[in-house]
Each structure stands twice: as structure tokens, then as C-alpha cells.
């Protein structure tokens, strides 16, 4: 079986020319928008949210200009805006994974499962830094969800320190009507439109299958899209679940040989109980590489097996650990983001998850 990756190639990371995939997004417009608009969703923040933008995310959240940046931004100065030479094929590329990300998700809440069975991987800040992005530039209802079952440190990256209820008192609490109601159960990332449900800080109890369903279910009639950081121990009936209502699988390791070998096991263990079909719909984070030829090495290994896969490099500021800050961020390692979120997004499929 071939993946095909979102630049059309089985496995492998090049960035060659975009080509569409699974969704002509050229066909699915988002509301208000003309084909190639960019929504500007700077404004409308809830009072007392900063909207942070990523590096080089400007164009790309609010409205598209000819150049924005290098010599064709000079030139469109320096002549007054009579000549406005094209974006770069940089720009063009980003421009485009901006748009698969914002692939419109109709009549379902799409849940994408994030998952390490190794810790120390980066599991948790791979989840933060994709759902924020999708919070960035996607116009409906998005949440990051701590899905593990004891205690869970993912709303420690997103939101600033406090007291917060958690998923499982969310699934305790019995007929939850709408948003309105949700939010007194809920975080709000002050960088993105994104909410956080956070997991307990104590794990005194385990999170059942049962409340597990009961989450699910109420954030599917909440929200357009989950981004779930999934527990370590697959076996666990709650993380179970979660895997098993997954429409997609993002997979997470570091270049180390231990990690590596074991998110072999997990993409083994995705295959037993989703199916070689799954796979299709999977994909490997090489995360934290410190450079390209190490990122390369390990991704043949994914390659080899016909996965789609992508590196994420290094980061300092994100190697210290606690809550990050967008603007603290390398460029590159956005648009390392912000490829993950092209990916996933294109496969957002219209016909539902079956």
C-alpha cells in the first residue's frame, strides 16, 4: 500500500509543486469566501484574547497581498504598486497548505488521534502546535483534547496557569446542550480561536470507556474538529476508543532508535485493529530532528512501509518545555506546522469516516 503524501509522492517530505489531494478545495469554498480567498480571521476574538500570529502567518490569516516579502515586495514599493511581481513558489506553497488546512469538514466532527507510545517523543507539543495552527487559520469550532486517562500535561502548553476543569468532569456532567454550556468546561489557547479540555492533574481515578464516549459524544455535537492527545498505553478502554472513533492518525517520533522502533509497534498496532486502510490516513511526525539528513534517514524507514511522513525540526524554545509562545518560534519550525496541518486537513474527507 502507497501513501501518497501532499506533494503527490509516496512517503518521503520533498516540497516540491502542491497538487490537490482527496478534496478539490478549489470546488469546496468556505462560507463568504471566493475560490483562492484567504478569510481574515483576525477579527471577532473573544475580549482578552491575544491573537498571536506566527511568524511569516501573516498572508496567510488575513488578506492575500502580491508579495510579502523578498525582492518582489520591494519592487511593489520602490514602483508605488504599478509593478506587483507574483508570490514566490515559497509563498505559493504555503498559501496552498494554508487552504488544504482549511478543507471544510461537512456533516461530522472529525477526530484526529495523536499518538507516542514512547514518552519524551514530543507528543503533547506536536498536538498543541497542530491544533493552534488549525486554530489559526480555520473559521469553525476547533478543540485540542487531553485524552489520557490518568493525568495529562497538553492545556500546560496551550493555556496560561490556573485552575481548569478537566474531560472527565465534562463527561460527568450529564446532558450538555450546546456551546454555551461547554465552555464553562473548557480553556481558551489566548494565541488561537482554539479551546483546550484539559485532563486531571491527579490520577486518582482512570478515565473509562464510558466517559470516554460520553466526551466524545458531547464535543461531536459542539465542535467541527478534534485534535486528541492520546495516552501512551493503547490498551487502556478509554485510549481504545479514541483510537477506534479516530478518522486519522498523526503518529509521533524522534530520530532515536527506541522511538522509532516503537512507533513501528503503534503503526502495527493502528493496522490490527483499523486495517491497512487506516494507514492511508496516517501519517509519521519525525519530531525535533536536527537537520534534514537525519530527518531523511529516519523517514525512509516510514517510506519504505508506503507511509506519509514529515519532519519537524529542533527548537529551542519549544525544547525548554511549559507553555510556548508563537512568536517565539523559528519560522521554519511553523512552516513545519503548517505543512502537518495541510496534510491532515486535505484528508478531511466529505464523505464521512465509514
Not at 321 to 336: H, K, S
Amino acid at each position: 500500500m502507497s501513501v501518497v503524501t501532499e506533494e503527490g509522492q509516496p512517503g518521503g517530505s520533498g516540497l516540491g509543486e502542491p497538487r490537490d489531494e482527496v478534496v478539490p478545495l478549489d470546488r469546496l469554498p468556505l462560507a463568504g469566501e471566493g475560490a483562492g480567498a484567504v478569510t481574515d480571521l483576525s477579527r471577532g476574538e473573544p475580549d482578552g484574547v491575544r491573537r498571536a500570529v506566527p511568524p511569516g502567518f501573516e498572508g496567510l490569516m488575513g488578506v492575500r497581498r502580491p508579495a510579502s516579502g523578498g525582492w518582489r515586495r520591494a519592487v511593489a514599493r520602490l514602483s508605488g504598486g504599478l509593478v506587483a511581481p507574483g508570490p514566490s513558489g515559497r509563498e505559493r506553497r504555503r498559501l496552498e497548505q494554508a487552504r488544504r488546512a482549511r478543507t471544510p469538514i461537512q456533516g461530522r466532527c472529525a477526530l484526529v488521534a495523536v499518538l507516542a507510545r514512547k514518552g519524551g517523543v514530543g507528543k503533547s507539543t506536536v498536538t498543541a502546535l497542530l491544533a493552534s495552527t488549525f486554530g489559526l487559520l480555520r473559521a469553525d469550532a476547533v478543540v485540542a483534547l487531553d485524552a489520557a486517562t490518568e493525568v495529562g500535561n497538553l492545556a500546560d502548553r496551550l493555556v496560561v496557569e490556573g485552575a481548569w476543569l478537566t474531560g472527565r468532569d465534562l463527561a460527568r456532567a450529564g446532558e450538555v446542550a450546546g456551546r454555551a454550556d461547554i465552555s464553562r468546561y473548557t480553556c481558551q489557547d489566548p494565541q488561537a480561536r482554539l479551546e483546550v479540555v484539559a485532563a486531571p492533574l491527579e490520577g486518582d481515578e482512570i478515565l473509562t470507556r464510558e466517559e470516554a464516549e460520553q466526551l466524545l459524544g458531547v464535543l461531536a455535537r459542539t465542535h467541527n474538529l478534534v485534535v486528541a492527545d492520546v495516552g501512551s498505553t493503547l490498551a487502556e478502554p478509554a485510549t481504545a476508543l479514541v483510537v477506534e472513533r479516530a478518522e486519522q492518525a498523526v503518529v509521533v517520533t524522534t530520530p532515536a532508535a527506541d522511538a522509532v522502533r516503537l512507533a513501528c509497534r503503534t503503526l502495527e498496532h493502528l493496522e490490527r485493529v483499523r486495517g491497512a486502510g487506516f494507514l492511508a490516513r496516517t501519517c509519521v511526525v519525525v519530531n525535533a530532528a536536527p537537520d534534514a539528513a537525519t530527518a531523511e534517514r529516519v523517514g525512509r524507514v516510514f517510506a519504505e512501509r508506503g507511509l506519509a511522513w514529515l519532519p519537524v525540526r529542533f527548537d529551542r524554545h519549544l525544547h525548554l518545555g511549559g507553555r510556548f509562545d508563537w512568536a517565539l518560534i523559528a519560522p521554519g519550525v511553523a512552516d513545519d506546522y503548517l505543512a502537518l496541518a495541510g496534510l491532515v486537513g486535505a484528508r478531511f474527507r466529505v464523505e464521512g469516516t465509514a
